[in-house]
T-cell receptor, first 112, second 112 residues
């Protein structure tokens, strides 16, 4: 079982719809990250959170530490939101150094 | 992303040849990471560094070596490239988990 599970794997929406992407993890973490990757593009950090909720523009990220679950919401979705959204958790290597463990990503397509 | 650059952006090489990818940062961050991204697997850690000359293996380190002789440069070497190493390689930097991560734009490597 992967340490970080995302759902859904693929998501198609119409412009203007409210979108939710979910992330569950099974390991102890210090923080959870939501990342965005446009086709052929680099990876951009959207949020880093260890509790509660964060908002940036139309994007909202929440985390429930007790349930080991996080959600990324996009309000009033737009075609430019089409990208792969990746959940990652901050953990530790066996040697005690810090590392990220990634989910496999959710591919979002927003149609006009 | 500003502060971190990867080179080359694209490379095609032949099986059996050595290849070196470079990650350069101007942020003076302590931690540097090499990941590979493959369909169905998400991002996986190859090697990481927690300081000059301090490196360690990640989960998919076989066939790869790294060096960090200066804070700003982290080199990834494929000692004898194989087709299974065809992938997109990302470098990331961090000053610690409390500060988040910044990713490079990626290097697309094709081994033929």
């Amino acid at each position: 079982k992967n340490e970080v599970e995302q759902s859904p794997q693929n998501l198609t929406a119409q412009e203007g719809e409210f979108i939710t992407i979910n992330c569950s993890y099974s390991v102890g973490i210090s923080a959870l990250h939501w990342l965005q990757q446009h086709p052929g593009g680099g990876i951009v950090s959207l949020f880093m959170l260890s509790s509660g909720k964060k908002k940036h523009g139309r994007l909202i990220a929440t985390i429930n530490i007790q349930e080991k679950h996080s959600s990324l919401h996009i309000t009033a979705s737009h075609p430019r939101d089409s990208a792969v959204y990746i959940c990652a958790v901050s953990g530790w290597t066996q040697g005690g150094s810090e590392k990220l463990v990634f989910g496999k990503g959710t591919k979002l397509t927003v149609n006009p | 992303d500003a502060g971190i650059t990867q080179s080359p952006r694209h490379k095609v090489t032949e099986t059996g040849t050595p290849v070196t990818l470079r990650c350069h940062q101007t942020e003076n961050h302590r931690y540097m990471y090499w990941y590979r991204q493959d369909p169905g697997h998400g991002l996986r850690l190859i090697h990481y560094s927690y300081g000059v000359k301090d490196t360690d293996k990640g989960e998919v380190s076989d066939g790869y070596s790294v060096s960090r002789s200066k804070t700003e440069d982290f080199l990834l070497t494929l000692e004898s490239a194989t087709s299974s190493q065809t992938s997109v390689y990302f470098c990331a930097i961090s000053e610690g988990q409390a500060y988040g991560y910044t990713f490079g734009s990626g290097t697309r490597l094709t081994v033929v």
